[in-house]
Structure formats: structure tokens, C-alpha cells
């Protein structure tokens, strides 16, 4: 038998019920139900709607995880389980059905930041973290730019956003232009057929004063705006709108904030890894200018393939694994969740 | 036989163990917003005062509401994982249900209404008839105003928060507040003789409901909250 730690992960932040298995570094399984169609209709994901999912997929999904794992349940080292931030009800299905594994097997329970665990998932797909990493993380809930001396411990916030995170603007941008939810896939397509400099949008929070103040934050409200108004404009003419370079604009406006900063961020510090994680990730444009920013910048790219970029639980059990490898203490069974968990705590 | 009853659809984080012949233990928290803080440790402690370790546990009931959902969940999901680790049946019982049986074996005989908090100004009720052999649901579940019960609902002695909110439309109290774990395990272990599924359920496969038993499924009662997102127009940014 291996020494290396078999830890079990289970994600419920939002719409997707993840369960996870690792072993130290290594991938087993990795299984996840997703609610997104059930979502659909609404424009974008309801709270309640999703922690029903959750509720039923819990059981199934652990048991198909364990079952293509070929793992039995009481071979387990620990479980680990996504505790903030996410949605309230729907941290607490995972939570509460994480503590019932640890309680009924014995097990250790560690509780953890689901965006520490973005940034460990890619110890299970490119091997272990330098340390520091610059860490960069975008998803339809977060954008956020971290230092991470060390994932188990010391993930520093050095900005994040200040209105909507990069994929809700996927997300808003995809209703205007009458593109299905969620924005992020049907924007990326509809941009390939596009001009991207077709329309130039404005860049937030990347000139003179606001590059002091805030230097690594990004905010893609006013871009948002502006697409809108854009589109509007031209319906008020009567005139037609080219979706595919409004599209591949708007996310070119994205992608450039995101990897400037980034790269700035690199250089700032003194970091030469910069891993990319969270669903925008699985962005083409986003990996396709990260890489040739970082190749000019002598700063190697790591983006976790797409299946874990979004959320999931491998990425849950990537950090646990990382929790015990290391001897951190595992959490209490009183564990709360922590809907707004700062990213800089990495275990409750 | 050691039976585990978990209820999260009261104000109570409430477990009881049953040995078969009386309960054992029974741990309850009131605390209506941190359902998840304190069931595990409920369980844990529970456990603990009968001497009992988590691989004793023979048999699983959770109550399945109605109730706030957040909470309710809590308890079902719990229910459920803790026998699927064990590969134990897992069972589910109306948690109204245990109120009313809680009245009746502290005596109370005739009709009783129980209702209890649905926040946002309406309760969940459903009437019993409480006879020598127990308490039998004489109305299904249902989310209402308390005042917009029928009259001869509201003249009934009422167990659970409902007075206590709505003493207007609900002028006499009686009986439990909240579920208690010990009463939930005890009417669990009195339905267990009726309960004549083959194949138990082990946490995947739930119990066929109808032997006395309610399946595992939640009471919601309620849809959740969303409208479907307008058509794709101008004005939908916010």
C-alpha cells in the first residue's frame, strides 16, 4: 500500500456536486453532477433550486466516485470538503454530508477554501506547487489575483474584484447578445468567428490613478455597461449586431486586463509560475494570451485542464491530500460554513 | 437493535438513540440558523452518553419535514450519508409526526393539530387523531397562514411553535414545541413490526415508503423562489 494520503473531496459551492478522490498527488476520480440545466431558465443559478440538486446528487455521486475509484469507504485517510465560499444552503449539503462520512468512518474532516482548492487542483495534473505560485483565479463567482507561498497556509489576497467577477460578465454579456447561460462557452464560440478589435472596450481599472489604488484589482461592471450600450445603440438604429465581434471585443477586453495584471503581478513579485484556475479558465482567448504573454515574460503557465478548472471535487481532495501530507490538524465536526470565507484562510 | 433519529426541521437539532425497548440517549440544540454546527456533535455526543460507537448503529431515521428548507436538508443529507457509510437501512418519517406522538405518549388523547414555523408568516400543519393505539395523520401536510387554517383546525389543542407565533389564530397551545429526537426514534422503533420491505435501504436505495414509513424524500411544500429570466432584451442588465 501506499504511504501517500486517500483522501475523498466533496465540492458543493454552487451548482455542482463534485466528489473527489486522491491519493497524495494523484488523481483517482473525479465526479460531478451539475444543476446548470436545470438553471437554465432562470438566466443564471438559484440558490435553492441548486441546493435541491445537491441534496439528491449527494449519495449517488459519492457512490459512483468511490465505485470507479475501485476505493471503499473505510480505506480512507480523511475527507475534506469545500466549507466557503459559495452559496449558504448549498455549502451546507456538502458540509453536513461530509462530516456524516467523518463521524460514521472515523475519519478526519478538513474543511477548506474552494479557491485554495482551485489553485491545489493543479498539484494532481502538473505536480507540485512552486513556492511562491502567483495564483489567478476567474470564475462566475470570483476574480481573484493571489500570492501563494504555500497553498496549505499562506495564500495572500493582492487584488480582486470590485463588482462583478469575470464570468458573470460572460454570463450578462451572453444575454445581451441572445447567447444561451452559461455566457462563458457561447461567447468563446461566437468570438472565433469575430474581429477583435473590432470595437474597442474599455479596459477597467488599468489607467494612471486607479493602477495605484488598485493596482491588481479588476472590475467588469463599465464593461459590461458599455457592451450593453453598444448593442443598444445599434438596435435603436435599426441596425443589425455583429455578434461574433461583439463577442470576441468584449472578451478580448477581458482577457487583457486579466493577463496584464497578472503579469504585472509576476513581475512585482518576483514569481515565474503563474497558474491560471476557476471556469473562465477554460476560456480559449484567456489561455491562448496567457501563453503568449507569459512565453514573452520567461514566465511558465500552468492551466489545470478544463473538466478542473470548473468546479469539482478532485480539486477538494487535491488540497485535503495537501492538508495531511503536510500535518495540518483537521477541523472540528462543528465546522461552520462560511458563505464570504476570505480567500486567505485556507481551512476552517 | 440501535436506532440513530435525526430532526432538522424545527427550531431543535435534536438525535435520539433507541435500543429497541426505550431510548438511550438524546441530544437537542435550539438554534434555528446553524443546523450544520451542531448536528454532527449532537450525534457524536449522543453516541457517547449510551457507550455506543458509530458502527453500533443498526438502523437510520431522519425526519423529512416540512420545514425551512436549509435546515431540513441538513438533517436528511446527514441521515442518509451516515448510513451509507455504514451500509445501513435508512428510513424517513414525517417529522410532524413525531410532535403528535410526543403529546400522545405524554397522554394527550383526542384531536390535535400540529404546526409548526414556516417562516414568512405561515406555518406547517396537519391534524391528528390521537387513540389508544398512537396518533394517526388525519390531514396531509400543508403550508398556510395560521389564520387561513380551517376554524375547526384552529379550535384544536396545537402542539409546535404555532401558538406561540400566531396565539390569535392559534389560542391553544399544547403539547411539544419542537421534534425531539428521543420521540421521533421511538415512534421509528414502534413502526418498524409495520415495515415489511425486503431490501432495506442502505443509504442508495431508499426504504419503500408505505410500510409505515415516509420515504426519504424532503417535504418542501413550497417551490423554491425564482421566476424564469426574461427574454433577451436591452434592459436586462442590472
Same mark, same amino acid.
Given at each position: 500500500?501506499?504511504?501517500?494520503?486517500?483522501?475523498?473531496?466533496?465540492?458543493?459551492?454552487?451548482?455542482?456536486?463534485?466528489?473527489?478522490?486522491?491519493?497524495?498527488?494523484?488523481?483517482?476520480?473525479?465526479?460531478?453532477?451539475?444543476?446548470?440545466?436545470?438553471?437554465?431558465?432562470?438566466?443564471?443559478?438559484?440558490?435553492?433550486?441548486?441546493?435541491?440538486?445537491?441534496?439528491?446528487?449527494?449519495?449517488?455521486?459519492?457512490?459512483?466516485?468511490?465505485?470507479?475509484?475501485?476505493?471503499?469507504?473505510?480505506?480512507?485517510?480523511?475527507?475534506?470538503?469545500?466549507?466557503?465560499?459559495?452559496?449558504?444552503?448549498?455549502?451546507?449539503?456538502?458540509?453536513?454530508?461530509?462530516?456524516?462520512?467523518?463521524?460514521?468512518?472515523?475519519?478526519? +474532516?478538513?474543511?477548506?477554501?474552494?479557491?485554495?482548492?482551485?489553485?491545489?487542483?493543479?498539484?494532481?495534473?502538473?505536480?507540485?506547487?512552486?513556492?511562491?505560485?502567483?495564483?489567478?483565479?476567474?470564475?462566475?463567482?470570483?476574480?481573484?489575483?493571489?500570492?501563494?507561498?504555500?497553498?496549505?497556509?499562506?495564500?495572500?489576497?493582492?487584488?480582486?474584484?470590485?463588482?462583478?467577477?469575470?464570468?458573470?460578465?460572460?454570463?450578462?454579456?451572453?444575454?445581451?447578445?441572445?447567447?444561451?447561460?452559461?455566457?462563458?462557452?457561447?461567447?468563446?464560440?461566437?468570438?472565433?468567428?469575430?474581429?477583435?478589435?473590432?470595437?474597442?472596450?474599455?479596459?477597467?481599472?488599468?489607467?494612471?490613478?486607479?493602477?495605484?489604488?488598485?493596482?491588481?484589482?479588476?472590475?467588469?461592471?463599465?464593461?459590461?455597461?458599455?457592451?450593453?450600450?453598444?448593442?443598444?445603440?445599434?438596435?435603436?438604429?435599426?441596425?443589425?449586431?455583429?455578434?461574433?465581434?461583439?463577442?470576441?471585443?468584449?472578451?478580448?477586453?477581458?482577457?487583457?486586463?486579466?493577463?496584464?495584471?497578472?503579469?504585472?503581478?509576476?513581475?512585482?513579485?518576483?514569481?515565474?509560475? +503563474?497558474?491560471?484556475?476557476?471556469?473562465?479558465?477554460?476560456?480559449?482567448?484567456?489561455?491562448?494570451?496567457?501563453?503568449?504573454?507569459?512565453?514573452?515574460?520567461?514566465?511558465?503557465?500552468?492551466?489545470?485542464?478544463?473538466? +478542473?478548472?470548473?468546479?469539482?471535487?478532485?480539486?477538494?481532495?487535491?488540497?485535503?491530500?495537501?492538508?495531511?501530507?503536510?500535518?495540518?490538524?483537521?477541523?472540528?465536526?462543528?465546522?461552520?460554513?462560511?458563505?464570504?470565507?476570505?480567500?486567505?484562510?485556507?481551512?476552517? | 437493535?440501535?436506532?440513530?433519529?435525526?430532526?432538522?426541521?424545527?427550531?431543535? &437539532?435534536?438525535?435520539? $438513540?433507541?435500543?429497541? *425497548?426505550?431510548?438511550?440517549?438524546?441530544?437537542?440544540?435550539?438554534?434555528? %440558523?446553524?443546523?450544520?454546527?451542531?448536528?454532527?456533535?449532537?450525534?457524536?455526543?449522543? #453516541?457517547?452518553?449510551?457507550?455506543?460507537?458509530?458502527?453500533?448503529? *443498526?438502523?437510520?431515521?431522519?425526519?423529512?419535514?416540512?420545514?425551512?428548507?436549509?435546515?431540513?436538508?441538513?438533517? &436528511?443529507?446527514?441521515?442518509?450519508?451516515?448510513?451509507?457509510?455504514?451500509?445501513?437501512?435508512?428510513?424517513?418519517?414525517?417529522?410532524?409526526?413525531? =410532535?403528535?406522538?410526543?403529546?400522545?405518549?405524554?397522554?394527550? %388523547?383526542?384531536? $390535535?393539530?400540529?404546526?409548526?414555523?414556516?417562516?414568512?408568516?405561515?406555518?406547517?400543519?396537519?391534524?391528528?387523531?390521537?387513540?389508544?393505539?398512537?396518533?394517526?395523520?388525519?390531514?396531509?401536510?400543508?403550508?398556510?397562514?395560521?389564520?387561513? $387554517?380551517?376554524?375547526?383546525?384552529?379550535?384544536?389543542?396545537?402542539?409546535?411553535?404555532?401558538?406561540? =407565533?400566531?396565539?390569535?389564530?392559534?389560542?391553544?397551545?399544547?403539547?411539544?414545541?419542537?421534534?425531539?429526537?428521543?420521540? #421521533?426514534?421511538?415512534?421509528?422503533?414502534?413502526?418498524?413490526?409495520?415495515?415489511?420491505?425486503?431490501?432495506?435501504?442502505?443509504?442508495?436505495?431508499?426504504?419503500?415508503?408505505?410500510?409505515?414509513?415516509?420515504?426519504?424524500?424532503? /417535504?418542501? /411544500?413550497? %417551490?423554491?423562489?425564482?421566476?424564469?429570466?426574461?427574454?433577451?432584451?436591452?434592459? *436586462?442588465?442590472?
Amino acid at each position: 500500500m501506499s504511504d501517500e494520503p486517500l483522501v475523498l473531496g466533496i465540492e458543493t459551492s454552487c451548482d455542482e456536486t463534485g466528489v473527489g478522490i486522491v491519493r497524495g498527488q494523484t488523481l483517482l476520480v473525479d465526479t460531478v453532477a451539475s444543476s446548470v440545466d436545470e438553471h437554465a431558465r432562470f438566466g443564471g443559478v438559484v440558490p435553492e433550486v441548486a441546493s435541491r440538486a445537491h441534496l439528491e446528487a449527494m449519495i449517488p455521486t459519492i457512490e459512483r466516485a468511490c465505485r470507479d475509484a475501485g476505493v471503499q469507504l473505510r480505506d480512507l485517510d480523511a475527507i475534506s470538503v469545500t466549507s466557503g465560499p459559495g452559496l449558504a444552503g448549498a455549502l451546507l449539503v456538502g458540509v453536513a454530508s461530509a462530516k456524516a462520512l467523518a463521524l460514521a468512518l472515523g475519519k478526519p +474532516l478538513y474543511g477548506v477554501n474552494h479557491l485554495a482548492s482551485h489553485v491545489a487542483v493543479d498539484i494532481v495534473e502538473h505536480g507540485p506547487l512552486p513556492e511562491p505560485t502567483m495564483a489567478m483565479l476567474v470564475s462566475g463567482g470570483h476574480s481573484s489575483l493571489l500570492l501563494v507561498p504555500d497553498v496549505t497556509n499562506d495564500v495572500r489576497s493582492l487584488g480582486s474584484t470590485m463588482d462583478d467577477a469575470a464570468g458573470e460578465a460572460f454570463d450578462k454579456v451572453a444575454r445581451v447578445l441572445g447567447l444561451p447561460f452559461p455566457g462563458g462557452p457561447h461567447v468563446d464560440r461566437a468570438a472565433r468567428d469575430g474581429n477583435r478589435i473590432a470595437i474597442d472596450f474599455p479596459r477597467g481599472l488599468t489607467t494612471g490613478r486607479d493602477m495605484e489604488r488598485h493596482r491588481f484589482d479588476f472590475s467588469f461592471s463599465g464593461l459590461k455597461t458599455a457592451v450593453a450600450r453598444w448593442v443598444e445603440t445599434r438596435h435603436r438604429a435599426g441596425e443589425s449586431v455583429p455578434v461574433a465581434d461583439v463577442a470576441a471585443s468584449f472578451q478580448e477586453a477581458v482577457v487583457d486586463v486579466l493577463t496584464r495584471k497578472a503579469l504585472l503581478a509576476c513581475k512585482e513579485h518576483d514569481v515565474d509560475h +503563474l497558474l491560471i484556475g476557476g471556469g473562465v479558465a477554460a476560456n480559449s482567448r484567456l489561455r491562448a494570451l496567457a501563453e503568449e504573454r507569459c512565453a514573452k515574460a520567461g514566465v511558465t503557465l500552468r492551466v489545470p485542464r478544463p473538466g +478542473l478548472c470548473t468546479d469539482n471535487g478532485a480539486m477538494v481532495a487535491a488540497l485535503g491530500a495537501q492538508m495531511v501530507s503536510k500535518g495540518r490538524e483537521p477541523s472540528d465536526l462543528g465546522l461552520p460554513t462560511d458563505s464570504s470565507m476570505p480567500v486567505t484562510l485556507v481551512q476552517a | 437493535m440501535l436506532l440513530l433519529a435525526i430532526d432538522t426541521s424545527t427550531t431543535a &437539532i435534536t438525535v435520539g $438513540l433507541h435500543d429497541g *425497548t426505550s431510548v438511550v440517549a438524546e441530544e437537542t440544540t435550539l438554534d434555528a %440558523r446553524a443546523h450544520a454546527e451542531h448536528l454532527a456533535p449532537g450525534i457524536s455526543a449522543a #453516541l457517547r452518553a449510551a457507550g455506543a460507537a458509530p458502527g453500533d448503529v *443498526t438502523d437510520v431515521v431522519v425526519g423529512i419535514g416540512p420545514g425551512p428548507f436549509t435546515g431540513l436538508r441538513v438533517g &436528511i443529507v446527514t441521515g442518509r450519508t451516515f448510513a451509507f457509510a455504514l451500509g445501513l437501512p435508512v428510513r424517513g418519517l414525517t417529522s410532524l409526526d413525531a =410532535l403528535a406522538h410526543e403529546a400522545w405518549t405524554d397522554g394527550h %388523547r383526542g384531536d $390535535l393539530l400540529v404546526a409548526t414555523d414556516a417562516r414568512r408568516k405561515e406555518v406547517y400543519a396537519a391534524a391528528y387523531a390521537l387513540g389508544d393505539d398512537g396518533a394517526a395523520r388525519a390531514s396531509a401536510p400543508a403550508v398556510a397562514r395560521a389564520a387561513d $387554517l380551517p376554524p375547526e383546525l384552529r379550535a384544536l389543542p396545537c402542539a409546535g411553535r404555532g401558538p406561540s =407565533l400566531y396565539p390569535e389564530a392559534l389560542p391553544h397551545a399544547a403539547g411539544p414545541l419542537d421534534v425531539s429526537g428521543g420521540a #421521533l426514534a421511538d415512534l421509528a422503533v414502534r413502526r418498524l413490526p409495520r415495515d415489511t420491505g425486503d431490501t432495506p435501504a442502505t443509504g442508495l436505495q431508499w426504504v419503500d415508503p408505505g410500510h409505515g414509513f415516509d420515504g426519504l424524500e424532503p /417535504l418542501y /411544500l413550497r %417551490r423554491p423562489d425564482a421566476a424564469p429570466a426574461p427574454p433577451s432584451k436591452k434592459s *436586462t442588465l442590472g
